[in-house]
């Protein structure tokens, strides 16, 4: 690009004394210790297939079949604590991060599960010299718990179907989650069949007990975390809607109140999984984020037109009791190691920039607000910013109007000169998200200072 | 994010490679044996569920029903095949006859093994690969054949009867 400008050394830009927040420490911990697991499991399998095994090209399928099972089985409890909402994992990788993750390793397991069963059909079959289909029928009807089995892996494939792209897309956020709750049933259905069945497990007590112990231990934090926790804030702090505001852009602010509220510890940036305990919004949980900073034992979510749920919200009454799980993210002030940042919002992505820009400006930042729409009247909580003693941007228009994106490089430099000083936070879509990104990188942004979270959770 | 599409998919890949090469690395070294030699008499499952244990088969004339009477030996004075106890499990009987030379373990047979449509597709697979653990264990101390979970505790019993009886 043309407009980049050679990095200057700017002292005072530091803030010094404060230092930030570090970009998700715990991911490469998390990631190593995964490997280590599937290590772990691998050398499990290693010292319990005697070489004989492999004498027989039959023999050797199965055991690789076995392998690819147990491998599929540790993924599978990785799986779910990722989205588990253990704090560590919250604190230290973002539940964006372990979302993202969640999705790349679903589509491995639910392949992998598909393979174990393919080839412990195919190893059997070269085994006992049977057609695969009455091989597979042998299986069913010959090992312990393998009718579970077969009904839990249908529920894996359906679940996996159901989040692929080409399926999500045509489902709505209730009916993919209430798909995607029956994994657990799934899971139940296929332990079965690993203790009573697994070659690994059927001579070996102690293994047997490691296993067991795993799952016992997986669903042991699941259900503190995603289920006894969050009840106990919701039995302590009673939250209940208490206003609604429609807001500009058919956007709709509610605000959410109840005793202590404020000690759950929100800060600006962050957000909370939502669920109104009310007809028609009960079956699933939405990641909202807070749109304003410091609100004690008060919370304002500012949602966005986007689906029927948040179309729905606009009918919401006070008193309407709420069930919050939360705060997440990492998108947060802490994370600013700048005096000088540049806030870019789109879309829905208004609300936690709108907190944060206030957070922000209260630890005397010097803070910029873009702030990303189709039209003037598209702007909700603009007058908001505009009144904060905020230095506040609007870009309006279309792209097919303005004949440009004026977020890409170029535009954006010449919107906010001094752009490569500054940290960048940006919240919108992800297609917006993904030009500012590059654009902040092209002008000259560290990697470290530019910051987005994602807040899709499906 | 667009960035990770198919990223599910090339990990699946890549760890099925990774799979398939722990699978070569742990048993590359071993050519294949069409029918293992050792164990060639291991196949017949010649008992029926009535318990007439007119078993045929190489080794079974040497094979006695009784661990505390050793059998005679075969060819080799040094070489002695013992027979093993009969191992009850639910699809049926299950025994064996163990094979030693010196106190090497060199051979097991199956004297017996469950009998039926399935019971004997899975005796058949299981037992040499079971015989084979053996062998290379010299001892009871085998895994399990995955799939013949009773058949490989029966046998697991019998084997130890045998080598309890050869002392």
Known sequence: MSTITPPRPSPGTEQPGRAAAPDRPGSLALRALLALAVVAVTVFWWTGTPSGTGTTPGGAVTALGELTGLVASVLVCAQVLLTGRVPWFERSVGLDRLVSWHRTLGTSVVLLVLTHVLLMVLGGALLSRNALWSQAVTIVTTQPEMLSAVAGTVLFVLVGATSARLLRASLSYEA???????????????????????????????????????????????????????????????????????????????????????????????????????????????PYSVSAARTGDHLRFTIGALGDHSRAVARLRPGTRVLLEGPFGRFTAARARRRGVLLIAGGAGVGPVRALAEELRLRGHDVVVVHRARSAADLGLGGELAAEGIDYRPVVGRRSELGHDPLDAGHLVALVPDLERRDVFVCGPPGMVATVVRSARAAGVPRSAVHHEELSLS | MTAHRWRGTFVYLGALAGLAAIAVARFGGLPFEQAAPTVAGSTLPAGDTGGSTSGSGPATPDATTSPSNPGTGTTDPSTVTVGGDVAQTPYGPVQVAVTFTGTRIVDVQTVQAPVGPESSQIAARSTPVLAQEVVSAQSAHIDTVSGATYTSEGYRESVQSAIDARG
């Open chain 1, 176 to 286: 993919w989650f209430v798909v995607h709750l029956s994994v657990y049933l799934g899971i139940y259905l296929t332990f079965g069949h690993q203790i009573a069945a697994g070659a690994h497990f059927v001579g070996d007590p102690a293994a047997r007990l490691v296993w067991i112990l795993l799952y016992a231990g997986t669903a042991a934090a699941l259900l503190t975390w995603r289920v006894v926790l969050p009840l106990a804030d919701v039995a302590r702090h009673a939250p209940r809607v208490t206003a609604v505001v429609p807001e500009a852009g058919g956007m709709t602010s509610v605000w959410v109140s109840g005793s202590g509220l404020g000690d759950l510890g929100a800060t600006a940036g962050q957000f909370f999984l939502v669920r109104f305990l009310v007809r028609g919004h009960l079956v699933s949980a939405h």
